[in-house]
């Protein structure tokens, strides 16, 4: 079994009130550090905190400062430790839960996300993970459940609104998913992720121009942004705008090469057909 933090020789003989009062101090100082992303300073400060006294506390701010490192077993193992020590914490649920799913552990983290909003029902994180946890089990009427109340709590946040438009189109709900990501878009018009999801919307309803219009908004906030050029080459290819399809389709294929030898392909073949005016007006593909 890992062992996240090792006891001191000097700790063992100092009197607890020393101990307690020390392992405060390196505590704050890790705060301190965390504040001004000073990362590595302040695991070397909680791990002396740790080394003195176990505090719940102290833990999960180790695994929240791990979760920013990307180090997700250290994560899991603190807020594990977290969690045992205040199991009706809201907040070390949720961020026990979310390691979890950043880990791909999906029942745990399901677990763990519908207690922290049994403990707090306002905890809009939670609900958000939920909502990516039940999407990825295809349990699609819980994720929208979850992730509207997120939406809800935060109702100016792109991101949240985003993703419960990703919701509804998976549930085939195109209507509610381009109002959702039509509002995400208000919000944050710089994101090339949430016009290409507009995108899809109207591409799924014919709306070609409006498509081709987000689409085009999407590869100018972000030109490397394959799929966008994937799709525009199939709504020009679709209005015979064939100059177009070719430069779009190409863009794809200097983005992509190599990654899927199947597709490039079909790539390429539709481009010859495109320029041998060959190609014939395809029906567009769901997404």
């Known amino acids: 079994m890992r062992r996240i933090y090792l006891l001191t020789a000097i700790a063992v003989f100092l009197p607890a009130r020393a101990r307690a009062d ?10 301190a550090y965390k504040q001004q992303n000073k990362l590595d300073e302040a695991v ?32 899991q193992a603190h807020l594990e430790a977290a969690a045992k020590m205040a199991p009706k914490s809201a907040p070390v649920r949720s ?26 029902p306002k905890d809009a994180d939670a609900h958000m993970n939920l909502g990516t946890a039940y999407r990825q089990k ?34 085939n709900q195109i209507d509610a998913a381009q109002v959702s990501f039509k509002k995400a878009v208000e919000l944050k018009s710089d994101d090339a992720e949430f016009r290409f999801n507009l995108a899809t919307t109207y591409r799924r309803k014919g709306q070609v121009d409006e498509a081709i219009t987000q689409y085009t908004k999407a590869i100018e906030l972000k030109d490397s ?7 525009l080459g199939i ?41 041998e005016g060959t190609s014939e007006n395809p029906k567009i593909k769901k997404k």
């Open 22 to 31: 020390e392992s405060d101090a390196h505590y704050k100082q890790c705060l």
């Open 44 to 75: 070397q400060e909680c791990q002396k905190a740790l080394e003195l006294r176990e505090t719940a506390a102290c833990h999960f701010t180790m695994g929240n400062i791990y979760r920013q490192r990307s180090q997700w077993d250290y994560a």
């Open 95 to 120: 961020n026990l839960g979310a390691a979890y799913l950043r880990a791909n552990r999906i029942d745990d983290a399901l677990r763990e996300l519908e207690l922290a909003v049994q403990l707090d």
């Open 138 to 171: 295809k349990e699609v009427d819980k994720a929208i459940q979850h992730l509207k109340l997120a939406a809800e709590l935060r109702p100016n946040d792109a991101m949240t609104i985003n993703n419960l438009g990703v919701a509804q189109r998976q549930a």
């Open 225 to 231: 942004f394959a799929p966008a050029h994937y799709d």
């Open 235 to 275: 709504m020009y290819e679709q209005k015979r705008m064939h100059d177009e399809a070719i430069a779009h389709f190409q863009r794809y294929l200097a983005l992509t090469s190599g990654k899927n030898p199947k597709m490039d392909e079909e790539i390429k073949a539709k481009i010859k057909a495109l320029s």
